[in-house]
């Protein structure tokens, strides 16, 4: 009956322990909500380069990063030189003559994905997004928001 005992309570224990991991656990993080709509990949803004400078809505810290259009992906200098998340498929659509884009880009070695939504009206950019870290044990997010421009900054040292 000892045996039967000891079952039981290893039983319970291992349920416990299981019900705390679970606690731990993070809930789901929404990444970037991008406005529905027809968009398409019609490389509306290849050829472009727009030198953004944007703050980290939760902390302030300032951000700095050029964005490059080619061959109908796009690409954040910044975060190729985080991760090399490399080049990324970019859709548009035209509403009352703004250009709206987004990118869904992700890093090939962590669990990091960055969702981009901006409009560009002559050579002015204006940006959201979010930058989501998900693990199994913690979820964490940078919302940041951005404008800029496709005139280099006149300090070499904007783009990082």
Not at 55 to 76: H, I, K, Y
Not at 91 to 111: E, R, S, Y
Not at 122 to 145: K, V
Request: contains cysteine; glycine residues 8%; aromatic residues 10%.
């Amino acid at each position: 009956m000892s045996q039967i005992l000891q079952v039981a309570a290893i039983a319970m224990a291992t349920v416990g322990t299981g019900a705390a991991t679970m606690t731990v656990m993070k809930p789901e993080m929404a990444d970037l909500a991008v406005p529905e709509g027809d968009w398409s990949a019609d490389k509306m803004l290849d050829g472009q380069s727009y030198y953004i400078e944007g703050v980290d809505l939760d902390s302030g810290t300032a951000l700095l990063d050029e964005l490059v259009f080619r061959d109908g992906t796009f690409q954040s200098v910044n975060c190729q030189t985080y991760c090399d998340f490399g080049w990324s498929n970019y859709q548009t659509k035209v509403l009352d003559d703004v250009i709206h884009f987004t990118a869904t880009t992700q890093c090939p070695d962590a669990p990091h994905t960055v969702v981009w939504y901006g409009t560009v009206t002559e050579d002015q950019m204006q940006l959201a997004g979010t930058w989501t870290t998900r693990r199994w044990y913690w979820n964490h997010q940078i919302r940041f928001s951005a404008e800029g421009s496709t005139t280099p900054p006149i300090d070499p040292n904007v783009t990082g």
